[in-house]
């Protein structure tokens, strides 16, 4: 569907001069600076980001934001809510990292903890653009005296524990009219894309345990049941569309190689970009888990089931962040900037730097009608309950994959925190003409509609679930 901005809608955008908007950010950029700095040099792992959390709430409630805390049963998880009435803009922050990815802010991979936790994903930067934003936002209504209201969602767990279910579930995203988020790229880019949905689940079998060579016939593997189920997985991935995505790790397989293992369990993503499809592919692989079991004579439960929809673009939305991108630009880079991104580059591949120039990083790439990223995010649920939008800034390097030590190095750089503040800019602009302007509101929810029409958005998580607060302690 092509989609452009109509005359009435481009005469709504930004009635007053968005010039005061940017000065006060860029005024503050420093201090922003460092609190992004602050959470990656404490990089904490999902639903006990207990020091980034609150780091954000001071920042708000010092702003003047009502804070509600302990959102969806999840501690970390809180609302900040500055105005009243209609319309209401939401803006979605994140500050949880990865298990593993630890690394210092320099262009060679040296972890500052072996095996420890790092902000591979940018949710530092995340956070503290949509703070930024949130704040400006707040500034420019009371200024001049506007109605409406601008709230901040923090939201814990991103990476894996689906924090923003939880918070659904508890019905804070109720009577909101519109959800502006960002993330962490490679590119500055407002196309409006769609990604995939998840389920994700623990798998565990249970067999029985014997000495592995004076008794072995008294043993049932469960490690046997596991692999089993892996070979049957590599078997299924022949017979199922070819834009799904199956992969799992193993938590538990035995505690020593001379006793058959009584328990063995691993993790398990299944993706695929339509909940509907994702749900039959499901439902073989949960048939080969159990099959596996029945041939080692194991038992097999699957546990803690829990997955994300699909994003549901809204390129209304994205089209007003896009003339806001746009009018902003890309980054402006110092010779030691791109002194570190050429260093940074050296560490990937030929394919990958040619195919992806520093360029990328100072421009802003065309817009799109739709895209799709293959990676899976909880905001997918919140994009099917209200009119949701999605753009990237160039916080990464060209080239740089998320969830690697090199996004983690940018993530703490210089270069990282220059996008975040065109991030921060463009989530600015964007909500303040949402705030000031109906026109743009009422044509994204008519989209909203019109996209959602004839699918029933059921969450893969139960509405009477409680947040696995201690899931990444494993």
């Not at 420093?30 to 609190?35: E, V």
């Not at 895209?371 to 990237?392: E, K, L, N």
């Not at 059921?458 to 899931?471: D, E, G, H, M, T």
């Given at each position: 569907?092509?989609?452009?901005?109509?005359?009435?809608?481009?005469?709504?955008?930004?009635?007053?001069?968005?010039?005061?908007?940017?000065?006060?950010?860029?005024?503050?950029?420093?201090?922003?600076?460092?609190?992004?700095?602050?959470?990656?040099?404490?990089?904490?792992?999902?639903?006990?980001?207990?020091?980034?959390?609150?780091?954000?709430?001071?920042?708000?409630?010092?702003?003047?934001?009502?804070?509600?805390?302990?959102?969806?049963?999840?501690?970390?998880?809180?609302?900040?809510?500055?105005?009243?009435?209609?319309?209401?803009?939401?803006?979605?922050?994140?500050?949880?990292?990865?298990?593993?990815?630890?690394?210092?802010?320099?262009?060679?991979?040296?972890a500052l903890i072996e095996d420890g936790a790092g902000h591979g994903c940018g949710h530092?930067?995340?956070?503290?653009?949509?703070?930024?934003?949130?704040?400006?936002?707040?500034?420019?209504?009371?200024?001049?005296?506007?109605?409406?209201?601008?709230?901040?969602?923090?939201?814990?767990?991103?990476?894996?524990?689906?924090?923003?279910?939880?918070?659904?579930?508890?019905?804070?995203?109720?009577?909101?009219?519109?959800?502006?988020?960002?993330?962490?790229?490679?590119?500055?880019?407002?196309?409006?894309?769609?990604?995939?949905?998840?389920?994700?689940?623990?798998?565990?079998?249970?067999?029985?345990?014997?000495?592995?060579?004076?008794?072995?016939?008294?043993?049932?593997?469960?490690?046997?049941?596991?692999?089993?189920?892996?070979?049957?997985?590599?078997?299924?991935?022949?017979?199922?569309p070819q834009d799904s995505r199956i992969h799992y790790v193993i938590t538990k397989g035995?505690?020593?190689?001379?006793?058959?293992?009584?328990?063995?369990?691993?993790?398990?993503?299944?993706?695929?970009?339509?909940?509907?499809?994702?749900?039959?592919?499901?439902?073989?692989?949960?048939?080969?888990?159990?099959?596996?079991?029945?041939?080692?004579?194991?038992?097999?439960?699957?546990?803690?089931?829990?997955?994300?929809?699909?994003?549901?673009?809204?390129?209304?939305?994205?089209?007003?962040?896009?003339?806001?991108?746009?009018?902003?630009?890309?980054?402006?880079?110092?010779?030691?900037?791109?002194?570190?991104?050429?260093?940074?580059?050296?560490?990937?591949?030929?394919?990958?730097?040619?195919?992806?120039?520093?360029?990328?990083?100072?421009?802003?790439?065309?817009?799109?009608?739709?895209?799709?990223?293959?990676?899976?995010?909880?905001?997918?649920?919140?994009?099917?309950?209200?009119?949701?939008?999605?753009?990237?800034?160039?916080?990464?390097?060209?080239?740089?994959?998320?969830?690697?030590?090199?996004?983690?190095?940018?993530?703490?750089?210089?270069?990282?925190?220059?996008?975040?503040?065109?991030?921060?800019?463009?989530?600015?602009?964007?909500?303040?003409?949402?705030?000031?302007?109906?026109?743009?509101?009422?044509?994204?929810?008519?989209?909203?509609?019109?996209?959602?029409?004839?699918?029933?958005?059921?969450?893969?998580?139960?509405?009477?679930?409680?947040?696995?607060?201690?899931?990444?302690?494993?």
């Amino acid at each position: 569907m092509k989609f452009a901005l109509t005359p009435a809608l481009v005469g709504t955008l930004l009635a007053a001069d968005p010039a005061s908007v940017l000065v006060q950010l860029d005024a503050r950029a420093d201090h922003y600076g460092q609190l992004s700095r602050q959470i990656w040099e404490h990089p904490e792992l999902g639903y006990v980001e207990t020091r980034s959390s609150a780091l954000h709430i001071e920042e708000l409630r010092r702003a003047g934001f009502r804070i509600d805390t302990n959102i969806g049963g999840a501690p970390t998880a809180f609302t900040a809510t500055w105005g009243a009435g209609k319309p209401v803009i939401g803006i979605m922050g994140e500050f949880d990292a990865l298990p593993g990815l630890s690394q210092d802010a320099i262009p060679d991979r040296k972890a500052l903890i072996e095996d420890g936790a790092g902000h591979g994903c940018g949710h530092n930067l995340l956070g503290i653009a949509s703070i930024a934003a949130t704040a400006a936002a707040k500034e420019y209504l009371e200024t001049h005296k506007l109605p409406g209201t601008i709230r901040y969602f923090g939201t814990p767990a991103e990476e894996g524990g689906s924090g923003k279910v939880y918070m659904a579930h508890a019905g804070a995203f109720a009577g909101v009219d519109a959800v502006l988020a960002w993330h962490p790229s490679g590119r500055n880019d407002a196309t409006p894309e769609t990604c995939n949905a998840i389920v994700r689940a623990n798998i565990r079998y249970r067999g029985v345990a014997a000495h592995a060579s004076a008794a072995p016939d008294r043993g049932r593997s469960a490690l046997d049941g596991l692999m089993l189920m892996g070979i049957g997985i590599e078997m299924l991935r022949e017979h199922i569309p070819q834009d799904s995505r199956i992969h799992y790790v193993i938590t538990k397989g035995g505690r020593a190689p001379n006793i058959v293992p009584e328990i063995a369990e691993a993790e398990i993503y299944v993706r695929h970009p339509r909940m509907a499809e994702l749900q039959n592919v499901w439902d073989r692989v949960q048939k080969i888990a159990q099959g596996a079991a029945t041939m080692t004579e194991t038992s097999v439960d699957i546990l803690d089931v829990s997955g994300s929809w699909n994003l549901l673009p809204n390129q209304t939305l994205n089209k007003i962040i896009d003339h806001h991108l746009r009018s902003i630009g890309g980054l402006k880079l110092t010779p030691e900037d791109v002194k570190f991104a050429e260093e940074i580059r050296k560490s990937l591949p030929e394919a990958v730097r040619a195919a992806n120039p520093l360029s990328l990083a100072t421009e802003v790439a065309k817009m799109r009608d739709t895209g799709i990223f293959p990676a899976s995010t909880d905001a997918g649920d919140i994009s099917w309950i209200v009119p949701t939008a999605h753009f990237g800034t160039a916080t990464f390097v060209p080239g740089v994959a998320a969830h690697t030590w090199q996004a983690t190095a940018c993530a703490g750089s210089a270069f990282g925190r220059k996008g975040m503040m065109i991030a921060a800019k463009t989530l600015a602009l964007t909500a303040i003409d949402l705030l000031e302007n109906p026109a743009p509101l009422a044509a994204a929810r008519a989209e909203f509609d019109r996209r959602r029409a004839g699918v029933t958005h059921r969450s893969v998580i139960p509405v009477n679930a409680k947040p696995p607060l201690r899931y990444r302690a494993k």
